[in-house]
């Protein structure tokens, strides 16, 4: 059974910082795996989708890495900004079905 | 393209009363997934629907909740006679056939914005 977990729940920062964001995986055969993005009482917005033959994914200040040996991905978030406060949540297709398990989300606080 | 589109945004039901949640994908997707995230909780798998066809409701609890994605029109994901436990946000997202189970197309998943149900 996939189960993934994220690392930090929360983080606080103040503007300018580069950050990780950690997420990882109990089973390592995954297709892919996607990064989204909620704001407070919002959906979701897809950031960036790795597909299992790829080791990495950029998008503008985002860049997502993939290793799926040892069941890990990080989200590098550059020069961080007040507007990129939100949840962002990592999810991985469940192995052998169509259900997607996501991770509980790590809050960021980017301080201007 | 207008993306998933969900409605209502916000619906409020009395204990016992029915809730109609409606999930349009985005247009030329064929494959449907709710997902039900509770208050200060990860998103929750419930069901994922094909054009007609029910493929997976493992995350449906049995009694009460129901699904489904007619030939022509949107989702219906049905609560009937709500409960307290009920309220939470539920989130719809729509794809592209998957390549195989577990293997999404590149377009990945793209979600509506959610309705968001209390039980009063």
């Known amino acids: 059974k996939q189960e993934v977990t994220q690392i930090p729940a929360a983080l606080s920062v103040p503007e300018g910082e580069n950050l990780v964001l950690n997420c990882s995986f109990t089973d390592s055969a995954i297709y892919n795996l996607q990064w989204f993005r909620q704001d407070p009482g919002k959906g979701l917005t897809s950031l960036l989708l790795i597909q299992s033959s790829q080791r990495e994914q950029t998008s503008g200040r985002l860049n997502a890495s993939l290793d799926k040996s040892s069941g890990r991905s990080t989200l590098y978030i550059a020069a961080s900004q007040p507007g990129d406060s939100a949840t962002y949540l990592c999810?991985?297709?469940?192995?052998?079905?169509?259900?997607?398990?996501f991770g509980a989300g790590t809050r960021l606080f980017v301080k201007a | 393209n207008a993306g998933v589109m969900q409605n209502p945004r916000h619906l409020v039901r009395r204990r016992g009363q029915e809730a109609r949640l409606r999930c349009s994908p985005v247009k030329g997707h064929s494959h449907v997934y709710w997902y039900r995230q509770l208050p200060e909780e990860g998103l929750k798998f419930m069901v994922y629907?094909?054009?007609?066809?029910?493929?997976?409701e493992s995350g449906m609890p049995k009694e009460r909740f129901s699904a489904e994605f007619p030939k022509e029109g949107p989702s219906i994901l049905r609560i009937q006679q709500v409960v307290r436990g009920d309220s939470a946000a539920y989130f719809c997202?729509?794809?592209?056939?998957?390549?195989?189970?577990?293997?999404?197309?590149?377009?990945?998943?793209?979600f509506g914005s959610g309705t968001r149900l209390t039980v009063v």
């Open positions: 999810a991985v297709p469940n192995t052998g079905g169509f259900k997607t398990i």
């Open positions: 997202a729509s794809s592209p056939p998957p390549l195989s189970r577990g293997y999404l197309s590149s377009g990945g998943y793209t």
């Open positions: 629907l094909q054009k007609e066809n029910i493929i997976d």
